[in-house]
């Protein structure tokens, strides 16, 4: 478990977005549970790939003109009950840190996975999630 005083920042630069927080697998049902539309939720991580790539390609994703209905984050590392709770979502995608899963209706229908996001520039992984957002939303 990483110390709370070292996540906050980086737990800020998503939420200061409009991304709202879950810190529980009670506040991820809350906010996925039985809800019609678009729901993007971000894995957030203190990896590189999540500070060099990952935070601010969607950063740069959120200032296009179509977005989800909702936009979730939960702290791999910090928050495990609620981050396996929002993976329990993600149907057929193993868990990785970082990771931005798309659902629509309470499913799964676009994953970017670590892998996706490691060593590509923040605007290589905007590209890629704002072309999911005029996909699916």
Excluded: W
Aim: aromatic share 6%; net charge negative.
């Amino acid at each position: 478990m990483y110390d709370e005083a070292m996540v906050a920042p980086m737990r800020a630069e998503v939420t200061t977005l409009g991304v709202k927080e879950c810190r529980t697998p009670e506040d991820v049902d809350a906010e996925l549970k039985d809800f019609q539309g678009t729901a993007l939720v971000f894995v957030n991580s203190v990896c590189g790939c999540a500070a060099g790539g990952a935070r601010p390609g969607l950063a740069l994703a959120l200032q296009h003109g179509k977005k989800p209905d909702k936009l979730l984050t939960v702290f791999a590392g910090q928050d495990r009950e609620a981050t396996q709770r929002a993976r329990d979502y993600f149907v057929g995608y193993p868990p990785t840190s970082p990771q931005i899963g798309l659902l629509k209706d309470g499913r799964i229908v676009a994953m970017m996975q670590r892998h996706d996001i490691e060593g590509r520039m923040p605007i290589e992984i905007a590209n890629r999630l704002v072309a999911l957002f005029e996909e699916n939303c």
